[in-house]
């Protein structure tokens, strides 16, 4: 299947019927946060914010993040592969720091393993540099997290 430019993907709110998709998604995407289904359902239901990126009516990627009083946290972000390096994560990105501005976050934060260089990379391309580093954060493998934040206001 050909490549599909970004543009034509489609960013809308999560919803809980996109639980089994995201998870699939996730489930491709090692460092996605090893959430269940019913988790996703749960996040998409009301516990966190969500957005998905569609492509004819194929989620194709998804990120969930939280605000708390003026702090934004991105929790989990994921793009199919073969869609991947097309700008979908930008986007999604793009949409939850907008929204987090919003609702008065002043800073943005997320953790990211250190071997995920691409991630590392794609975060440091949207302003965000590293703070601190949790020890053992991560399993299957244990690995260290490094947290990364980013200025809003």
Same mark, same amino acid.
């Given at each position: 299947m050909a490549a599909v430019p970004a543009p034509l993907v489609r960013l809308r709110p999560a919803e809980p019927r996109d639980a089994p998709a995201i998870a699939?998604? $996730? $489930?491709? *995407?090692? @460092? /996605? /946060?090893?959430? *269940? $289904?019913?988790?996703? !359902?749960?996040?998409? @239901? @009301? =516990?966190?914010? &969500?957005?998905?990126?569609?492509? =004819? *009516?194929?989620l194709v990627g998804f990120l969930f993040m939280r605000v708390a009083a003026d702090e934004m946290e991105i %929790?989990?972000? #994921?793009?199919?592969? @073969?869609?991947?390096?097309? &700008?979908? /994560?930008?986007? %999604?990105?793009d949409r939850a720091l907008a929204r987090a501005k919003s609702s008065g976050a002043a800073?943005? +934060?997320?953790?990211?393993?250190?071997?995920?260089? #691409? $991630? #590392? !990379? %794609?975060? #440091?391309?949207? &302003? +965000?540099a590293p703070a601190s580093r949790r020890a053992c954060y991560y399993s299957n493998p244990v690995e260290d997290a490094l947290v990364l934040s980013k200025q809003l206001s």
């Open positions: 699939v998604v $996730a $489930a491709a *995407s090692p @460092g /996605a /946060a090893p959430w *269940s $289904a019913n988790q996703y !359902a749960a996040a998409a @239901g @009301g =516990d966190y914010e &969500g957005w998905i990126a569609e492509e =004819d *009516s194929r %929790l989990n972000l #994921a793009v199919a592969p @073969g869609r991947r390096k097309l &700008g979908i /994560a930008s986007r %999604l990105i800073r943005a +934060f997320l953790e990211v393993r250190p071997s995920n260089i #691409a $991630a #590392a !990379a %794609l975060y #440091a391309k949207h &302003g +965000f």
